[in-house]
């Protein structure tokens, strides 16, 4: 963001570039505006670039209406074709990481709000020669820049969810633990560390765009568990103990989602990404199936996201990794052949509900 250090620094900007902010203005020095350098710098050329058009149809001999439609036209051609061109090839750079891509979205979202002052900077400028009040200029700026933004949000949730990625191919479980860690994994511990660093940047960004983005990383939070435990094909067998320390980590992935992690963001809203993955580590680690075949199919279901399908697939790793367990054992005792035939029968009757939902 644009920083100055003294009144002088502060009135030239705001002297270039049309922003009025009380709050700032009554603020101590050094002062912080909510966008860089890029923004007065584009404004200002624009403004040149305007003049400067100008200047080149003075001894052309042109009509004052010839002139008026070539320079809206061609400053219409430098902000949705130059400068979109730029905007665009900056927002899909590789190179470009998620704190530029929320200033990148602030600052477009300024630009924005200048296309009304640009079209009274060129029809003022058009009427010094001819006094015509009917002419008003008509800029697509506006409207440029909104694309632009969009673009650059879209940049960022998939920014998000890379990094969610990264995160997750950093994770090591031990799918055979007999009990759990007693405290989060460190993959999970640092990713949300990440997250709450990376959600302080988005408190100026518009409180849709904020949701939007914490929203889309606690759905994909909660859709690489899923993929982890249903998913991934190198992943044959589930031990009791390895959901219990998926509890602990969901456990501090609903805590950043209760947090508000942006202000003004709801945190129901978050928490309710993470559902599917909940329900289904519920219904394992508190063996609530009774509950599960009572009300399935109800509205008043407590676990109306687990499909059959998902839990026969689970079951049957669990299954996988007591078939493991036992062959350790030299004699099977009781509670384990109990558990057998427990799961025998939660599995006959999970193959008995209809597989769609």
């Known amino acids: 963001m644009l920083q100055v250090v003294n009144l002088t620094e502060y009135a030239s900007v705001v002297a270039a570039f049309p922003f009025k902010d009380p709050n700032l203005e009554k603020s101590a020095f050094p ?106 200029a008509e800029l697509q700026g506006k409207s440029m820049f909104k694309d632009a933004r969009a673009e650059a949000e879209e940049q960022i949730y998939e920014k998000l969810k890379a990094k969610i990625d990264e995160s997750f191919d950093l994770a090591s479980y031990d799918w055979t633990l007999n009990e759990p860690e007693g405290r989060a994994s460190d993959y999970i511990i640092d990713l949300v560390a990440f997250l709450q660093s990376t959600f302080l940047a988005f408190t100026n960004l518009p409180l849709k765009v904020a949701t939007t983005a914490c929203a889309a990383a606690c759905q994909h939070i909660n859709r690489k568990l899923m993929y982890m435990i249903l998913g991934d094909e190198d992943v044959r067998q589930v031990s009791l103990g390895a959901l219990k320390q998926l509890d602990l980590d969901l456990i501090q992935c609903e805590q950043f989602a209760s947090s508000e992690p942006v202000k003004g963001v709801d945190s129901t809203l978050l928490i309710e990404c993470l559902t599917d993955v909940r329900q289904l580590l519920d219904l394992f680690n508190q063996c609530d199936f009774s509950a599960y075949f009572h009300d399935f199919g109800e509205r008043t279901s407590k676990y109306p996201r687990v499909t059959p399908a998902s839990a026969i697939k689970l079951l049957e790793k669990i299954r996988e990794a007591d078939k493991d367990k036992k062959k350790i054992l030299a004699v099977l005792k009781k509670d384990e052949r109990d558990k057998k035939k427990l799961h025998e029968t939660i599995l006959k009757q999970l193959k008995e509900l209809p597989q769609a939902m």
């Open 31 to 136: 002062r912080r505006f909510p966008f860089s350098s890029m923004v007065p710098k584009v404004y200002k050329q624009v403004k040149e670039f305007v003049r400067s058009s100008l200047w080149y149809t003075e001894d052309l001999n042109l009509t004052q209406t010839k002139i008026d439609e070539m320079i809206q036209k061609s400053t219409n051609l430098l902000l949705t074709g130059t400068l979109s061109g730029c905007l665009t090839t900056l927002i899909q750079k590789p190179s470009v990481g998620l704190l530029e891509l929320i200033q990148i979205t602030l600052n477009t979202n300024y630009l924005e709000c200048t296309n009304i002052y640009l079209e009274e900077f060129i029809t003022s400028v058009t009427k010094s020669s001819v006094k015509d009040e009917s002419y008003k």
